[in-house]
């Protein structure tokens, strides 16, 4: 049943696109914060660890749903080196939107700073105090922030090839939940 | 590579200018919001940079305030700050402390006599898994007003031009009340003599709601011995912290924190500006040193004394000073982190 779907379900589509917003506000407020020492620093950084921990819930959440309902099939005539790209971006952000807050939260943890979700609640530490691994997760954490960026611009583009250029149906499948291929409706 | 059935229309080139347009768009935006496109934003690397001695940082070494060694004790409120802070840490009992005293030098090996601001790092922590950190001075206000005049004053310390400081001290007249307190306030030989003061305001708030400006210090239970540098410099480049080191081996020393509410009106966002001496003020609790261990190898070393690190029950004010503190610190802290390679522990795995 699901191999004859041409659409991501609603709450497959829900889910991704609320977390579009979601990871781009993330990467927008992490480069942002580290790049000020204003007042707002204090602010982006009160958002940053929220949301990001936020993200980690929904992506969860998100796999679970997408192991559950399974994904509509590529168009039979897109060329393989695409399909297999797709393939891979969309294993590589599930890692990302996976492994990055978890990154974050370790982090913070190694560095003995409290992990202040909002008000009084805090979240316990995953990893022990260590410089060490602060170090090595502050890299990742940083590099993999950049590299989730270029994945979502390349994404993106993608996204706008099917819809304008090859208009083969993949940008409705989760753009709209009716009518394959045509124009997308706006939702 | 095959051809897609459905031949591109022939806008395919429009279509494909727009998306170049649209992806290249999303990049602008993200470098401008990571500042690439702002060389006159102040980041928390250029602060950090501008703290840098002329041979360049010690590395693994805080970036400021980097000579300095680590105690543990404890901190006994008398429950009379709950009037003003629904904190736990105001609330009667005792809780474990961590500190660090140090001198305000971004040179692990300056001599202890050349150092006119020394400063205290202290983190308290509450059953309710929260903490409190801050690092005080023993300047009873800041130099500058502004976290840009901080940034400017480094240009000026580290610039070549012979007419820097006298440039910045016109543009920032504030700056004088420094050069008058570096010039008459009384040299001590011990950190247990010093009184540590917060400087920047925070805001209190009660369990009703009820929010309060203040300021805190540690006033300490020993008498200062006023000495001369001179006589100072003759006591050897350590002095200091053999001489805590002795005195706590012969017995806990103590300091009060006093907390200083504002009056309507005291100015909160300038800590260049002490409030005047008839302010309310409480006396919430002690804090007893009990034990001091170098920092190579001690539990303060990977410690961030984050002014922002805070319980609920106290918060941020209109200071734009420990936003800016914080963001500068955690960028010390990630590069020390990194750098811990050179500055090896002795003691491989004796860390508890
Ligand atoms: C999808 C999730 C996340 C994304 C996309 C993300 C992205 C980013 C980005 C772009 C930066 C700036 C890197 C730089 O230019 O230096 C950053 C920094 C940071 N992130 Fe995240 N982040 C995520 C989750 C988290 C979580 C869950 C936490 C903590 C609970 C966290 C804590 C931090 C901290 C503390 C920094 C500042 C590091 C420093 O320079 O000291 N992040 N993040
Ligand atoms: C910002 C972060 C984004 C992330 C992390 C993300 C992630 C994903 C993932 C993992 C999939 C695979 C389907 C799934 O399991 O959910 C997917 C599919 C898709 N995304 Fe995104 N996406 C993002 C943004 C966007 C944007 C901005 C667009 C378009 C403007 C877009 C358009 C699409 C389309 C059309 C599909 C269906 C592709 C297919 O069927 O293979 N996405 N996305
Ligand atoms: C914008 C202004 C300031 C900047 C950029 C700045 C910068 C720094 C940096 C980079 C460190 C090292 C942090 C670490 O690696 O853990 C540090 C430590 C310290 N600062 Fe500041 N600082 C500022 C204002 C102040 C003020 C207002 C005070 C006093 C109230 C202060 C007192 C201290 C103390 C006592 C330490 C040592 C803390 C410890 O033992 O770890 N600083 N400062």
Redesign the pocket.
Known sequence: MTMARQHFTPLQRLLHWLMAIC?LA??FI??G??STVMPKYLTL?SI??PL??A??VLALVRLGVRLRDGAPALPADLPEPMKLAAHLSHYAFYA??IA??L???G??SAAGYP?VLFGGVH?PPILPQSDGLHATL?TA??YL??A??ALILLHLGAALFHAFVRRDGVFEAMASGSSAGGVAPAE | MPEPSRTPSRSALGSLVMIAAIVAGGATAFAYT?GWLSPQRLTPDKMVDALAPPGGPALGHRRNHAKGVCFTGVFDANGAGTALSKAQVFAAGQYPALGRFNLGTPDPHAADATVRVRGLGLQIATPDGQLWRSAMIDVPFFPVATPQAFYDLLLAQGSKDPNAMKTFAGAHPEIAAFGGWAKSAPWTGSYAEERFNGINSFIFVDGSGKESAVRWSLVPAAQPVPVSPDDLAKRGPDFLEQEITDRVHGGPQRWTLRVTVANPGDPTADPSKAWPDDRHTVEVGTLTVQKIEAEQDGPCRDINYDPTVLPSGIKTSDDPFPAARSAAY??S??RRTAEAQDYPRTATGAKP
Do not use: E, Q, R, S
Request: proline residues 3%; aromatic residues 18%.
């Open positions: 990871i993330m990467l992490g480069v914060m580290v950084v940053h660890k990001g921990i993200i980690l990302l939107m990055m807050p990154i974050g939260w982090m913070l992990i979240l502050w954490h940083y922030a950049f989730f960026f | 990571a955690a960028k802290f990630d």
